[in-house]
């Protein structure tokens, strides 16, 4: 009796030790107490090719786990996939899945698109080439905004990450935007007008699907810049298209959103999904600057064309600075120094909230009757962050 009991606890412990270690190098479960006969088999499949599965890394120790008739669950945030004999880099069922005995699978999790192995989708920094402008909107409830980490950086029932660059100039540079992890293009959209400030129209956009199911959209690309076609295998980094403003845009951004297998909507920032989340709340930067003639609108600041740099004296003329994030407190103000090289015009300061994401801010002067050659500084608390120069005449 005690020798039984004594091989029952043995055995239980072996086998929660196993599965605590499963648990800990996948982030799945396998869940054993389903119906149906286990007959689990070790197999070592080590020798699969982690490119087939779209990914990254492997840790071979994952691949050493063949289960027949288990269900494997991944919840949310957790990477699965599940293949079937040899049809290696095949991938069957995703997610919630039961593999039977006479389809015996393996099972391949954590290191393939796992937590934190997705890439930034624009080259360049965060506030200096682009800046995000809305977060997911956690918050179901009509008219309530929550972003992940618990302020307002969205708007309404948003589904994505919007991703900011600074105006319709920089667009028609034509800045890239790359897979944020590998997979294959299940859609394609081009041919849509890509200046709209309101929402309008339809969107070019990209479709990847990734290893363990999940999609990513790429949306409001350029008009003519997507660069993939459907059925076409896209590592991370691989360009996809370009920023535009085409379809439900008010300016020219990468509205970037993933869901899960099933649908489900991901929150990139919330489920831990970037190697490298660029931070939440960070200081104020200039993504450009701008000098336009007349007393420009808005509108008008989003397409600034050449900045001007010839003025005829008594000239109206606008400056513009584009910016990303900002903290409480920060100040942006406009300085213009005159052809003596003494300061002809200073705004007042421009003190930030805090809760800034794209901004544009715009100053409008009436130049005098003095000729000469003029510098623009435009200050950052007070330090010059950029400056543009001009002649009158
Ligand atoms: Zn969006």
Redesign the pocket.
Known sequence: MMSARTTGFIRRSISLALLATLVEVTGCIADDELDGPLGEAQESIAAVTPSLWGCTSVDATVFTHVFAGRAVSCGVGVYCAVGSGQQIGTVLTIGDVRVSQTNPGYYVAGSCLGPTSFQWPLAGANGSAWVIN?YVDLDTDPGDLRDYAGGQKTYDG?????ICIASFRTMDKGIPVLAAASGTVIETHDGEFDRNTSCTGNANYVKVRHANGSEAWY?HMRNGSVAVSTGAHVNAGTKLGEVGSSGCSTDP?L?F?VHEYNGTLLDPFRDNMFASPPAYSASVHLLDVAMMLGHVSDAAAKSPGMNANLLNIGAQFSTVMYTGNGLAGQTLAVQIMGPNGKQWNRSADITLTGTERQRRFRWWWTLGNTRGDYVVRFLVNGSVAKTLTFTAG
Not at 158 to 162: I, L
Request: glycine share 10%; net charge negative.
């Open positions: 809305n948003h589904q994505g990450e919007d949306w951004h509205h959103e």
